[in-house]
């Protein structure tokens, strides 16, 4: 049973940075493709980014580009999102997601591309 599960969450200030991790358990950590997402209350769920754990490729949505990084660590079979210069906007659940094993590369900020999800973890951004 594949199972993903969020921490790092919490409160910040505008300006300010918070990391989160995802912790993958249950399979084998093989190549596959990873994101995170964000949903805001009244607002559909949004791939913000994406890492194929095969190759270390990262694709992110322009909304944090340049100041979110998503980056993995397969020993500790872990995702982070580093999440720098936060805005009140980036207030959300954040979820992290997995797809099945992958032999190629294939980056997704489309939800419906993920198999597995985390619970989620609040984020929340004061002005």
């Known amino acids: 049973q594949v199972q993903l599960a969020e921490s790092g969450g919490g409160s910040v200030q505008a300006g300010g940075s918070l990391r989160l991790s995802c912790a993958a358990s249950?399979?084998?950590?093989?190549?596959?493709?990873m994101g995170w997402f964000r949903q805001a209350p009244g607002k559909e769920r949004e791939g913000v980014a994406t890492?194929?754990?095969?190759?270390?490729?990262?694709y992110y949505d322009d909304s944090v580009k340049g100041r979110f990084t998503i980056s993995q660590d397969n020993v500790k079979k872990t995702v982070y999102l580093q999440m720098d210069k936060l805005k009140p906007e980036d207030t959300a659940m954040y979820y992290c997601?997995?797809?099945?094993?992958?032999?190629?590369?294939?980056?997704?900020?489309?939800?419906?591309?993920?198999?597995?999800w985390g619970q989620g973890i609040q984020v929340t951004v004061s002005s």
């Open positions: 249950g399979y084998t950590y093989t190549s596959r493709t």
């Open positions: 890492i194929y754990t095969g190759y270390g490729d990262t």
């Open positions: 997601a997995a797809t099945g094993p992958r032999t190629s590369l294939g980056l997704f900020l489309n939800a419906k591309s993920y198999d597995y």
